[in-house]
């Protein structure tokens, strides 16, 4: 994969997801406010136009090849996370030799970014488990209909030159559906890593030991024997 150049370049291109499926044609670029090229506008495969920033986008051979958002967002989340836990060191490392209320706001202030990137983690762990399910379901649609057409081939019912292409198409994004799920169980296996390093320590509590001088002890029950004496009284 390679980096732009110019943006300006790209329009009449191809344009495929990070599996090698096409989505669409680059018809023209759109500046931002500066006037800097941002974005590209693609005409989708079902005649929608979209942008997508040329940060998002990288070409490989002669196509445009559209990052995945989740994995974009997941690596910037990942880099927050790696900061934040290099700060919270660097803070305990100085904390002697600095101010004990800016410490502690330092302290509270890496707590909020901390919950923030939870947040933000369990959400695009939402997302992912969503795509991955989306994923399993298109992939056991195509089995089924792998299995389908071949019954429909051996009752004539299709001919062998159509099932052929229908076979090698259906096998082809069984292929990219595999490879996206995949690469999407590595992204949900990051996020699970990234929310269990932000729970904090647990605490094992020490056992209760009572002190020596407030333990009492049992008294010693001792039988005593009536004496005769009081036999002889009572009797």
Same mark, same amino acid.
């Given at each position: 994969m390679m980096e732009l150049?110019r943006p300006?370049n790209l329009v009449?291109?191809?344009?495929?997801?990070?599996w090698?499926?096409?989505i669409?044609?680059v018809v023209s670029v759109?500046p931002?406010?500066?006037?800097e090229?941002?974005?590209?506008l693609?005409?989708?495969?079902?005649?929608r136009i979209?942008?997508f920033?040329?940060s998002?986008v990288?070409?490989?051979?002669s196509?445009?090849?559209i990052?995945?958002?989740?994995r974009?967002?997941v690596?910037s989340?990942?880099?927050?996370?790696?900061l934040?836990?290099?700060?919270?060191?660097?803070l305990f490392?100085l904390k002697?030799g600095m101010?004990?209320?800016?410490a +502690?706001e330092m302290g509270?202030?890496l707590?909020k #970014?901390?919950?923030?990137?939870?947040? *933000?983690?369990m959400?695009?762990? &939402? =997302?992912v488990?969503e795509?991955c399910?989306?994923?399993a379901?298109?992939i056991?649609?195509?089995?089924?209909?792998m299995?389908?057409?071949?019954?429909?081939r051996?009752?004539?019912?299709?001919p062998d030159?159509v099932?052929?292409l229908s076979m090698?198409?259906?096998?082809?994004?069984l292929k990219?559906l595999?490879a +996206?799920?995949?690469?999407?169980m590595?992204?949900? #296996?990051?996020?699970?890593k990234?929310? *269990?390093s932000?729970k904090?320590? &647990? =605490?094992?509590?020490?056992p209760?030991?009572?002190?020596?001088e407030?333990?009492?002890e049992?008294?010693?029950?001792?039988?005593?024997?009536?004496?005769?004496e009081a036999d002889?009284?009572?009797?």
């Amino acid at each position: 994969m390679m980096e732009l150049t110019r943006p300006t370049n790209l329009v009449g291109k191809l344009v495929k997801d990070e599996w090698g499926r096409q989505i669409g044609m680059v018809v023209s670029v759109l500046p931002n406010g500066n006037g800097e090229m941002s974005w590209l506008l693609v005409r989708m495969g079902d005649g929608r136009i979209r942008r997508f920033r040329l940060s998002d986008v990288v070409t490989v051979d002669s196509a445009v090849v559209i990052r995945s958002s989740l994995r974009r967002r997941v690596e910037s989340l990942r880099r927050r996370m790696a900061l934040i836990n290099r700060q919270g060191a660097l803070l305990f490392t100085l904390k002697e030799g600095m101010n004990g209320d800016a410490a +502690e706001e330092m302290g509270k202030e890496l707590d909020k #970014s901390l919950s923030m990137i939870k947040a *933000e983690a369990m959400y695009l762990l &939402k =997302k992912v488990e969503e795509a991955c399910k989306r994923c399993a379901n298109q992939i056991m649609d195509i089995q089924k209909g792998m299995a389908c057409l071949e019954i429909e081939r051996d009752m004539g019912n299709v001919p062998d030159e159509v099932y052929d292409l229908s076979m090698k198409i259906m096998m082809a994004d069984l292929k990219k559906l595999t490879a +996206e799920r995949e690469d999407l169980m590595k992204l949900r #296996s990051e996020l699970f890593k990234m929310l *269990e390093s932000s729970k904090p320590p &647990k =605490k094992t509590p020490e056992p209760r030991r009572e002190p020596l001088e407030e333990q009492i002890e049992e008294p010693i029950s001792v039988e005593v024997e009536e004496s005769s004496e009081a036999d002889a009284t009572g009797s």
